[in-house]
């Protein structure tokens, strides 16, 4: 069956995480995202892609930091409360009930509800199609302890199809590799 060109994400699930920054007055701003991924082990390298009219994109540009927090599937109902568009120096950790917890390396805040959070510093950024692709340097990494065993927990996790629907539930399998 033939799609139309522009449904493709739909054939791709995707983590979601909520990016935290902060303004240059120190408001903390949170967003989710799921075009995103890892790009590199070494040095590692993260990469997300924004709409240039965020305000995550605003205040990145304002001080290069941002913190991706890796989002539950305890978050899907908070989804719709994180992605409105809220007055810019509004902070929609608070309006979700989330709790703002200090990172180590990073002036945004973490999420202290999330999965697992990764610290990152602004590497480079490209305008790529109508979004920007923004790449982070990491610089700290934790997770939940309980969502903890060698790898995060897959069931654990929210994953984005498109819209509104989700991925949740998800079963890790290890497979035989070549190396
Ligand atoms: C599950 C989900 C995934 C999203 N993924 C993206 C994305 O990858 N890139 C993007 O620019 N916006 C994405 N959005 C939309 C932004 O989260 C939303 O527009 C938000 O209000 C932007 O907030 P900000 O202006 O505070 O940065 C997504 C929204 C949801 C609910």
Not at 66 to 71: I, Y
Not at 126 to 155: F, K, Y
Not at 170 to 178: C, P, T
Request: glycine letters at 6%; one cysteine or more; a negative charge.
């Amino acid at each position: 069956m033939e799609l139309e060109v522009n449904t493709f994400p739909k054939l791709l699930v995707r983590p979601v995480v909520v990016i935290t920054t902060i303004s240059e007055k120190g408001i903390p701003n949170a967003a989710p995202f799921s075009l995103n991924t890892p790009v590199s082990f070494e040095p590692p390298l993260y990469g997300f892609s924004c709409n240039p009219a965020h305000d995550t994109w605003k205040n990145i540009q304002e001080n290069g930091e941002f913190v991706v927090n890796v989002a539950g599937k305890d978050f899907g109902d908070l989804m719709h409360v994180l992605e409105t568009d809220y007055p810019y120096e509004d902070n929609e950790i608070e309006h979700a009930g989330l709790t703002a917890e200090k990172a180590k390396m990073v002036k945004p805040p973490r999420i202290k509800e999330a999965k697992a959070w990764i610290e990152c510093k602004q590497e480079k950024s490209i305008e790529l199609g109508n979004h920007i692709w923004i790449v982070g340097r990491v610089m700290a990494v934790g997770v939940q302890e309980e969502s903890w065993n060698d790898v995060i927990a897959a069931q654990d996790l929210l994953g984005h199809i498109a819209g509104p629907t989700f991925a949740v539930d998800m079963k890790a399998v290890n497979y035989k590799r070549a190396k």
